[in-house]
């Protein structure tokens, strides 16, 4: 068995080299010892059987940080809100001691995979519930406090179903300009999955001014699976959903781009879709987006090949053309031969251009099998930004041996790097969050 250095320890010792000043004057990708001071990072584990984890997170105006995921009770999956203040505490103004925990019903498996904050400050998540039959989108709208909000779908809640025994699931959920909802996901039988975007009004209706009242579908009649994971609005609002299509056993990237109004954008790619194929033709993904001020579109995820799977990061220009200024050819690829495990779920830009991404590594005989969870920052043009963390990369292995992961990231107005993410070791799961310096 190979011995690995806890990040914690290595963390400890150049928390004490950089301890004095400003404490933004600490190195970029350090963890951020002011936050659930002095570790840098909390766990949460709020169930007997320590099933916690996050998947989504957002940033309040007032430092407060969101994170949405699910965890277990002893029977069944629960959706799962956390609230954190700015020190890396549980908010104990927020629902249960700083959580929100909310199921459907007896025995169902219901899980929150996006979350974002309307301009008002309420908080919309969206998932999904299972009652084992089949799956049912869900989308909620809580007070500031943690409380559902009345004056939304029903006492709170919105349930979307395309049917009996097929699966809905909300992936990501954005809030537009002028207080519509937008939810990206997929839906439809389990043979024949659609990726879809829905628009409800700001009282939780379907909007019928968009689309097919207020569904967008893109799928194929013959079959097959195409997921939407990532969900961007635009200044413009065109929106734009990342995800994947599978026809044949073949996995591509998939981006689309859709006018206000619902339908595929004409002036985007081809017909308002674009596909990637990986250079070993393996599987592609696209987890998340992030949009640049000047109008390029991010999008990472992984691909595989014959080793394993590497980190996948696009960028896109405005017309849907990858951008050969980018990385090679508008592409960005980062693994390495020791690990099998390399995945992005979370993209930012920063104010200075440079590009963060977060997910997970390893899974190799040198890491013991094991993950870590990763930030890695890019140059404005795809060079890693050997400044940040160790050669670009911020690697977290927890205080005791198991598997990390990071799903999410947002940016403070510091700076300062928020992540959320999961925790496993010895069959108990926990919630993670950290804090790094920008």
Request: net charge negative; hydrophobic share 40%; with cysteine.
């Given at each position: 068995m ?56 957002a940033l ?24 954190y ?5 549980l ?43 089949d799956q ?14 009345p ?55 379907l909007?019928?001014?968009f689309?097919?009242?207020?569904l ?7 079959g097959g699976?195409d ?8 200044t ?5 959903l ?39 033709q ?14 390029n ?17 696009l ?29 992005a ?33 890019f140059?404005?043009?795809g ?10 990369t ?5 205080p ?10 947002s ?28």
């Amino acid at each position: 068995m190979v011995k690995r250095l806890s990040l914690l320890a290595l963390a400890g010792i150049l928390l004490f080299v950089c301890s004095c000043g400003n404490p933004l004057d600490q190195p970029g990708g350090l963890l951020d010892n002011s936050f659930n001071a002095p570790d840098g990072f909390t766990l949460y584990n709020g169930s007997a059987n320590g099933g916690d984890r996050a998947y989504a997170m957002a940033l309040s105006k007032d430092g407060r940080a969101l994170v949405a995921g699910s965890t277990y009770n002893g029977h069944d999956e629960d959706v799962l809100l956390l609230c954190y203040t700015s020190e890396g505490r549980l908010d104990d103004s927020f629902g249960q001691g700083g959580a929100v925990i909310y199921g459907t019903s007896a025995n169902g498996q219901d899980r929150a995979n996006g979350v974002a904050l309307q301009a008002d400050g309420k908080i919309l998540v969206t998932g999904a519930g299972s009652n084992g039959r089949d799956q049912d989108l869900l989308l909620f709208r809580f007070n500031p406090d943690g409380t559902l909000d009345p004056s939304f779908g029903k006492a709170g809640v919105v349930t979307y179903s395309g049917g009996e025994e097929t699966q809905e699931i909300g992936r990501a959920v954005a809030a537009q300009a002028d207080g519509k909802i937008v939810v990206a996901g997929e839906g439809g039988p389990a043979t024949n999955l659609d990726a879809l975007i829905l628009r409800f009004t700001f009282d939780g209706k379907l909007d019928p001014s968009f689309a097919t009242n207020g569904l967008a579908y893109y799928g194929s009649a013959e079959g097959g699976t195409d997921q939407g994971l990532a969900i961007a609005v635009q200044t413009d609002g065109k929106i734009l959903l990342a995800g994947s299509t599978t026809r044949a056993g073949q996995t591509d990237l998939l981006l689309l781009r859709f006018t206000p109004q619902g339908a595929l954008d004409p002036f985007f790619a081809a017909g308002g879709v674009t596909l990637y194929d990986g250079p070993s033709q393996g599987a592609d993904c696209g987890n998340a987006l992030a949009l640049q001020p000047d109008g390029n579109i991010l999008v990472a995820g992984f691909t595989t090949g014959p080793r394993g799977q590497d980190i996948l990061l696009l960028r896109y220009t405005g017309s849907g053309k990858l951008d050969s200024s980018f990385g090679q050819a508008g592409v960005v690829l980062f693994g390495s031969p020791e690990d099998v495990y390399d995945v992005a779920q979370g993209v930012a830009v920063q104010a200075n251009g440079r590009i963060l991404v977060a997910g997970a590594r390893g899974g190799g005989p040198q890491q013991d099998g094991l993950k870590d969870a990763l930030v890695l920052r890019f140059s404005a043009d795809g060079k890693s930004d050997l400044s940040f963390g160790r050669q670009g990369t911020m690697a977290f292995a927890g205080p005791e041996q198991g598997d990390d992961w990071a799903y999410a990231l947002s940016l403070q107005t510091d700076g300062r790097i928020a992540v959320a993410g999961s925790r496993s070791r010895e069959g108990s799961d926990d919630a993670l969050v950290m804090r790094l310096m920008p």
